[in-house]
């Protein structure tokens, strides 16, 4: 039996979800709106700008540039324009969805974007869009430099598809700090990021080649995902250690899977407790 008044109050809920759908110009321009605040939020953090902007520069310039082109190749600078591009796609990644997650969901930042009428997915989407964004901006910022100050020479096709292959990092770096985000309150955010990026940073042959460590930290170092797009970059420029490429995809895509499941449990067990 329908219970006295039902339909007048389904059609009242009907009729406010109908207010809260948006077309599709409506939905394009809240996604828009989403990733314009998001990227200037980022730009204003000094903490989170300057860092991810200048640190992988200032490494190639130091490294790649005022001792790498002391040797009679340029083949140093060269193999480190492709892994400190990795380094430079690292940090917006995790620093923007790790840190930045776990401090609007503390701050109730993210329980008010999920009363309003914004799709999850604009959410999303305006946090891997700035990390996009900071990654373009490293990634030319060392072209440029390789270019016309290292003296790096790439025929023009290896240049667009090294950028497309370390643009396209930014996904699984950006489910990890999803799920870093997801798990870690923001005081301890900052310190659990920086425990995952340094390390990793460093044992997967980001910061120094890691044809110069013992074969025992050359093995350990297939475990991690930069590991794997430092290698599909270094690819590009036929400087890798000679691993299939389908192994690479492969590794990146089933850790890409395992983050985004440990980031659906970490939310889920947040909503539990709550």
């Known amino acids: ?23 599709v110009t409506q939905r394009l321009r809240v996604y828009v709106l989403e990733a314009r605040y998001q990227f200037v939020q980022e730009l204003r953090e000094p903490a989170f700008a300057i860092p991810t902007l200048a640190f992988p520069l200032f490494f190639y310039l130091f490294f790649g540039v005022l001792m790498g082109t002391r040797g009679e190749t340029l083949a140093f600078p060269t193999y480190v324009l492709a892994t400190y591009g990795v380094f430079g796609i690292l940090g917006p990644a995790l620093f923007g969805f790790g840190v930045g997650l776990a401090n609007e969901r503390d701050t109730g930042v993210l329980r008010l974007k999920q009363t309003t009428p914004m799709p999850a997915g604009a959410y999303m989407f305006a946090k891997v869009s700035t990390a996009l964004i900071f990654g373009a901006v490293v990634v030319l910022g060392l072209f440029l430099m390789a270019a016309y100050v290292a003296g790096v020479e790439l025929q023009r096709w290896q240049w667009f598809a090294l950028a497309g292959v370390l643009l ?12 870093i985000g997801a798990w870690t309150k923001a005081r301890a955010a900052i310190a659990v990021v920086n425990l995952i990026f340094l390390p990793m940073a460093t044992l997967s042959g ?13 093995d350990f170092a297939i475990l991690f995902p930069a590991y794997h797009h430092a290698q599909l970059a270094l690819k590009v420029i036929e400087m890798d250690a000679g691993q299939p490429v389908v192994l690479h995809v492969a590794v990146l895509t089933a850790e890409t899977v395992a983050f985004l499941v440990a980031a659906v449990i970490g939310f889920r067990t947040l909503a539990g407790s709550a």
Do not use: E, H, K, N
């Not at 109050?9 to 077309?23: C, F, H, I, K």
């Not at 996904?171 to 799920?179: D, E, K, S, T």
């Not at 980001?206 to 050359?218: A, E, G, V």
């Open 168 to 179: 396209a990092g930014v996904i699984p770096f950006c489910v990890l700090g999803l799920a």
């Open 1 to 23: 039996m329908t219970p006295v008044g039902s339909t007048a109050d389904d059609s009242a809920a009907g009729d406010r979800r109908a207010t809260l759908r948006l077309t």
């Open 206 to 218: 980001l910061l120094l080649p890691i044809y110069m460590f013992p074969d025992f930290m050359q």
